[in-house]
């Protein structure tokens, strides 16, 4: 068990590694778009449409790895309620439960997805086909859900290989 925990802590440098390549072609082109725009009046024109789509993947990629690390933010109003066990027992109902529910939006997704490619829905400057964001985020919405619900049963019956919210 200990291998596939270490195996799934690898694995999740690859999503970071494309949230952070995205998110550094996102300032780049914004550099350029600012000078361009500045000193010679021309700005990039496909510049909102690919800072959309470069968005959605900083945030959809980021996704898993923020939930697998319980990195979202969160309010401790009720902490003090529950007792060291008790506050496990809720972290695994929160965790299969919003895991659960996420199988909803994307599902949804998907078929927006392929709605838009029946359609043959492009971007508006370069012509890219928006059914491809529209899979990737169905696809990372997915592996998300997965990721909480393996976070929730770990929690439940493996606590010791999960790290705390705090690391």
Same mark, same amino acid.
């Given at each position: 068990?200990?291998?596939? !925990?270490?195996f ?7 999503? !970071?590694?494309l949230?952070?390549?995205a ?5 780049v082109?914004?550099? @350029?778009? !600012?000078?361009?725009?500045s000193? %010679?009046?021309?700005?990039? /024109?496909?510049?909102? /449409?690919?800072t959309r789509?470069?968005?959605? %993947? ?8 923020v ?5 979202h %933010?969160?309010?401790? !109003?009720?902490?003090?309620? @529950?007792?060291?066990?008790?506050a496990?027992?809720r ?13 909803? *939006?994307?599902e +949804?997704?998907?078929?927006?997805? /392929?709605?838009? +490619?029946?359609?043959g829905?492009v971007? /508006?400057?370069?012509?890219? *086909?928006?059914?491809? %964001?529209?899979? @990737? ?8 859900s997965?990721?909480?619900i ?6 439940? @019956?493996? *606590?010791?290989?999960? +790290?705390?919210?705090?690391?």
């Open positions: 068990m200990r291998f596939v !925990v270490r799934a802590r690898r694995a999740a440098h690859a999503p !970071v590694l949230a952070v390549t998110m550094f072609a996102m300032m082109m914004t550099f @350029f778009d !600012v000078v361009l725009r000193t %010679i009046n021309t700005p990039i /024109e496909a510049a909102t /449409e690919l789509i470069l968005m959605a %993947i900083v945030v959809f990629s980021a996704l898993p790895v939930s697998g690390r319980a990195g %933010i969160s309010v401790d !109003v009720l902490d003090w309620v @529950f007792t060291r066990p008790a496990r027992w972290d695994v109902a929160v965790n299969v439960l919003c895991g659960t529910m996420l199988w909803w *939006p994307a +949804r997704v998907t078929v927006l997805a /392929e709605r838009a +490619r029946s359609y829905d971007t /508006e400057y370069l012509g890219i *086909p928006q059914f491809y %964001i529209g899979w @990737f985020i169905a696809v990372f919405t997915f592996v998300t997965l990721v909480l393996l976070r929730g049963v770990l929690l439940a @019956f493996a *606590p010791d290989l999960v +790290r705390p919210a705090d690391d």
